[in-house]
Structures are given as C-alpha cells and as structure tokens.
C-alpha cells in the first residue's frame, strides 16, 4: 500500500534558526513529488514539483530535495511568515493524476 | 488570471439534510479533481474529471456523494443525506493538459454536520 509520512509533525523555530522537514514515501513507480504550503483557513499553495532523484528547486528561503525514498524541504534563516504548515503529496505512474497527502509539518517561526 | 473559486466558504447543516458545494476551476483547466480533509486527517482524493467525465471516482466514500460537471466547466459535489461523519473541510483542484500536471487548490468548503 502507498504511504506518505512527513516529519516532524510540528516545528517550532526563532527567526533565523534553518531546519529541515522530511517526507518520506513507499510508493509503485513515482511519478512526481510536490510541496505545497497551508495557511490556516486556506487552500494548499503550490510551492515545488520534484520527478526525478537528486532534483532540487529553491524559492526564496526554500529549498526541496528528493532521493528515491524521501523529499525534504529546507527552510534557510526562517521568517514569521513562513509559518505555514507544510504539505508533501506524491502522484503515482498507476493513478490519473490524483494526489496522495501526508499529513503535513505545522512551522511556526517566531520572532 | 483567476484563481479556483469554492462556494460556499462554510456550511452547517443538520444531519438527513442535502448540502451542494459548487467549484469554478481556473480557465481552461481540464482536469478538476475533489479532495476533502476530515477530522484533522491529511487531505484524500475523491474523485477526478477530465472535462465533463468522471475519470476516477475511486475515492468517492459512498452513494451519498454525486459529484457532476455541468459542460466541462463548474462543478458541484452533492451530499444527501448528510451524515456526521461528512464534516470537514472539502478542496476542489484543478489542472491543465494531462493529468499529472500541478494540481492548483481553492480555498475549500468547511462542512459542518450536526
């Protein structure tokens, strides 16, 4: 059965303070790996798309990483409004496309 | 370029009533696909369009839930009769091209059933 773990389920930062969040993934045949980011009341906001191992993307003070069994997504010198929860979904080879979600890493970045 | 759009932002019903959610998908956005996170749980797929046809439905939680969409454009998720364990928060997405491509979320529908 397809799996997607992420950790931890919480972060608490100061500003400033990297870390990284790990989503971890048993899947048949990957097709892609997103992050998407969560603001309370809102709908998930796009942030990356991996596809392949050793691909990484940055944005900003994010960066994403994935290997064949994990993804994780680094936050550089944090700030307040990167508090977020963060969210990892893998698509697989077999599906038409739906989304698979983990349960998500609520960040708070205080100043 | 507008984004998805959900309607209504919140709703209470009581449970044996019908509830209609309607989504307007981004312009030109073949694919729209319903998700719903209940009872602080991750996010799960209900069911996938392609246009006007239901692609995958393999998420759908039971006959209670008729999902359509009217033309290949809006799309309306019905829950009759509603039950408690229908609460919670309902995301439609939608994509262009095929199926894998990024998936753009609304605001969601948050359900609640008393």
């Known amino acids: 059965e397809d799996q997607v773990t992420q950790s931890p389920e919480a972060l608490r930062l100061q500003e400033g303070e990297s870390s990284s969040l790990n989503c971890s993934y048993t899947?048949?045949?990957?097709?892609?790996l997103f992050w998407y980011r969560q603001d309370p009341g809102k709908g998930p906001e796009f942030l990356f798309t991996?596809?392949?191992a050793g691909e990484e993307k940055e944005k900003e003070r994010l960066k994403a990483t994935l290997t064949k069994k994990e993804s994780f997504l680094h936050i550089t010198a944090p700030k307040p409004e990167d508090s977020a929860t963060y969210l990892c979904?893998?698509?697989?080879?077999?599906?038409?496309?739906?989304?698979?979600f983990g349960a998500g890493t609520q960040v708070v970045v205080t100043p | 370029e507008a984004g998805v759009t959900q309607f209504p932002s919140h709703s209470v019903i009581e449970k044996g009533q019908t509830v209609t959610l309607r989504c307007d998908p981004i312009s030109g956005h073949d694919n729209l696909y319903w998700y719903r996170r209940v009872m602080g749980k991750e996010i799960k797929f209900l069911l996938h369009?392609?246009?006007?046809?239901?692609?995958?439905e393999s998420g759908m939680p039971n006959n209670r839930f008729l999902a359509e969409r009217t033309g290949g454009t809006y799309s309306t998720l019905k829950v009759q009769p509603a039950e408690l364990e229908d609460s919670g928060v309902y995301f439609c997405?939608?994509?262009?091209?095929?199926?894998?491509?990024?998936?753009?979320f609304g605001p969601g529908t948050r359900l609640t059933v008393l």
């Open positions: 997405a939608s994509s262009q091209g095929q199926g894998f491509n990024t998936q753009y």
């Open positions: 899947v048949s045949g990957l097709r892609g």
């Open positions: 979904a893998v698509q697989v080879d077999y599906s038409w496309g739906k989304l698979q």
């Open positions: 991996l596809y392949s």
């Open positions: 369009f392609v246009k006007e046809s239901k692609q995958d």
